[in-house]
């Protein structure tokens, strides 16, 4: 098991930046793919990011393409969300999500995938 602590989060004005980190416990954390998922209020969660295990890979959804980046530094147990051009619609609550290795999959953009989950951390981007 593993276990996911979200910072970074807080008010921002439109069109900045801000960067989330996600620190990991438990388990051999590099064997994981990594995701960065958000829920705004009365929608679905949505994979935004995610990134394999060797940080090689990533995928994005459509929403944040061009605006946000997910890295990863295994020898620090961490990943991590550049956000910037930062807009309204992305005020949610963003979660760091774990997809263990027994899943097989290389970059998860399904919250289907993963099976560990942060508590999340708010994130208010101010017009």
């Known amino acids: 098991q593993v276990q996911l602590v979200e910072s970074g989060g807080g008010l921002v004005q439109a069109g900045g930046s801000r960067r989330l980190s996600c620190a990991a416990s438990?388990?051999?954390?590099?064997?994981?793919?990594m995701g960065w998922c958000r829920q705004a209020p009365g929608k679905e969660r949505e994979i935004v990011e995610a990134?394999?295990?060797?940080?090689?890979?990533?995928d994005y959804a459509d929403s944040v393409k061009g605006r946000f980046t997910i890295s990863r530094d295994n020898a620090k147990n961490t990943v991590y969300l550049q956000m910037n051009g930062l807009k309204p619609e992305d005020t949610a609550v963003y979660y760091c999500?774990?997809?263990?290795?027994?899943?097989?999959?290389?970059?998860?953009?399904?919250?289907?995938?993963?099976?560990?989950w942060g508590r999340g951390t708010q994130v208010t981007v101010s017009s």
């Open positions: 999500a774990a997809s263990p290795p027994e899943r097989r999959v290389v970059v998860a953009m399904s919250v289907y995938e993963y099976d560990y």
């Open positions: 438990g388990r051999t954390f590099s064997n994981y793919a």
């Open positions: 990134i394999s295990w060797s940080g090689v890979d990533t």
